[in-house]
């Protein structure tokens, strides 16, 4: 074995030497001389006769899904896409990469976490990081100023010139009809903008080049106490402590619209241009939440950074709330499940004159969502179906494959989901077993009597009632019985 693998390191050596010789270009002669010791190395280790092990895993950082996750997956964005729709939204897709130097420099400090891919075909490619930068891109590439669109049922965004916080509005309200209509439990939405952000950097005293590395650290707060966050502000990123001391006397505040008029009469922001600015936005908002009927689900909370770069005003999360231990406590956040905000500037850095396109949008926690609806079914010992069969096609006697088939096709050329067992000649009960295994909740036996009556026998899985219905009324029935309205298809 030894032998082998330093043959196999020769074989290694002299393939790099020839392509060196191929680079530099060397004389035909030389590189078929050496092409010629290659094949010879080659020649003398021989097949390799061991068996390659896979590893079976998925790659990190991706998972693979059950049929019993992907028909909770499905549920899930068959919720998100009836909001997204009742909301007048079109659908678009964009590749899965995109050019490195499209999603360079947009993400501040979370660009660490871009997967960048080999060159391919003379272009450096990366893993898209989110949906935003390519909706961005996509508008300026084609010229697009006005569009409401949804993408892969998790993210929704507005774009166009529209009076202020109307489309902002919206978005809020999308995000508390999805939430509600998942039935994951309480939630709260944080609002800030970041505009007042800057501004209180500014009034603290934060310099300029520090505003984006500062808001990261501040981000940090639903997840680590306030005086942590000081310590990476001063310790890390060299904020002066009484610089980091201002900055905690607003940050730790939250509230509704009566923080936001307060805020409005403060001694230092109310001097600083960008912060009135963002303020009176979210005095605005807070009047369109409320015609909503929503506001009592949103809290303005200055601690909300959201990380990412390319945000220009109004911020927005939104958190699964955990039950109070004790009675009078505040429900503590658990996790964020959606975001987003207003980012007017994104389009303007791809297009080739600079044109402006503001936007704002949201995008759900797809993944956290899929989790706890996943946790909540199996402490309910919840039974999840699978498929959507409404009908097996079963048969009571031998030698009735053919009249199944023919069945069964006459039911899906109607639009009936409908299945059989792939055996000639199953037993009666293996079938019904089947049904309920799968959940289906009708069967439609063929026997021979039934085959002369011209009826099928429709069982109901559920309560075992029989009934003969005629073979032409049988699509009419099965699609009453399901509630099932005719397939376009």
């Not at 403060?266 to 912060?275: E, G, I, R, V």
């Not at 005095?283 to 909503?292: A, P, S």
Request: with cysteine.
């Amino acid at each position: 074995m030894a032998d082998r693998a330093a043959l196999e390191e020769l074989v290694r050596l002299q393939g790099e030497h020839v392509r060196g010789l191929k680079q530099q270009k060397a004389s035909a002669e030389q590189i078929e001389e050496e092409v010629a010791k290659l094949l010879k190395l080659k020649a003398q280790l021989g097949p390799d006769d061991t068996k390659h092990k896979f590893v079976l895993k998925t790659p990190k950082g991706t998972r693979d899904y059950s049929p019993r996750q992907m028909a909770v997956r499905e549920k899930v964005f068959d919720v998100i896409i009836r909001c997204f729709k009742r909301h007048g939204a079109e659908v678009i897709d964009t590749p899965v990469f995109e050019l490195k130097e499209t999603l360079t420099g947009k993400y501040g400090e979370d660009s660490k976490l871009i997967y960048d891919l080999k060159d391919q075909g003379g272009e450096l490619l990366s893993l898209r990081y989110d949906l935003t930068v390519p909706f961005a891109r996509y508008l300026a590439m084609n010229k697009l100023t006005n569009i409401k669109r949804y993408h892969i049922a998790k993210d929704f965004d507005i774009a166009g010139q529209f009076d202020p916080m109307i489309p902002d509005a919206e978005c809020l309200k999308i995000m508390c009809e999805i939430l509600s209509s998942l039935q994951i439990g309480d939630f709260l939405v944080k609002v800030n903008d970041r505009r007042i952000l800057d501004g209180m950097f500014a009034v603290c005293g934060v310099p300029d080049a520090k505003f984006r590395t500062i808001c990261s650290s501040v981000d940090k707060l639903d997840k680590v106490p306030w005086e942590e966050v000081k310590n990476e502000m001063v310790g890390e990123k060299g904020l002066a402590p009484e610089v980091a001391d201002r900055i905690g006397d607003y940050v730790q505040q939250h509230g509704g619209v009566s923080l936001v008029e307060q805020l409005l009469q403060d001694p230092k922001l109310s001097q600083n241009k960008q912060a009135v600015e963002g303020l009176t936005d979210l005095k605005l908002l807070f009047e369109y939440l409320t015609l909503f009927g929503i506001n009592d689900k949103i809290s303005f909370d200055l601690s909300l950074a959201r990380g990412l770069d390319y945000y220009t005003g109004v911020i927005y999360e939104a958190v699964l709330l955990q039950t109070p231990a004790q009675a009078g406590e505040e429900p503590l956040g658990v996790g964020s499940v959606a975001a987003g905000g207003r980012y007017d500037g994104l389009v303007g850095m791809f297009d080739p004159k600079g044109r402006k396109v503001p936007c704002v949008g949201l995008s759900i926690g797809v993944e956290r969502i899929f989790s706890i609806v996943e946790q909540r079914l199996e402490a309910l010992e919840e039974k999840v179906r699978t498929t959507e069969t409404q009908v097996l096609v079963a048969s009571a006697q031998k030698k009735l494959l053919e009249e199944r088939l023919k069945l069964v096709s006459e039911l899906w050329d109607a639009g009936i989901k409908a299945e059989l067992l792939y055996k000639k000649n199953p037993k009666l009960l293996n079938q019904l077993q089947y049904c309920e295994e799968a959940g289906i909740p009708l069967v439609a036996i063929i026997g021979e009597q039934e085959l002369k009556d011209g009826v099928i026998k429709l069982r109901s899985v559920a309560s075992r009632e029989e009934v003969d219905v005629r073979r032409e009324d049988l699509v009419e029935e099965i699609r009453r019985r399901t509630a099932q309205a005719p397939c376009a298809c």
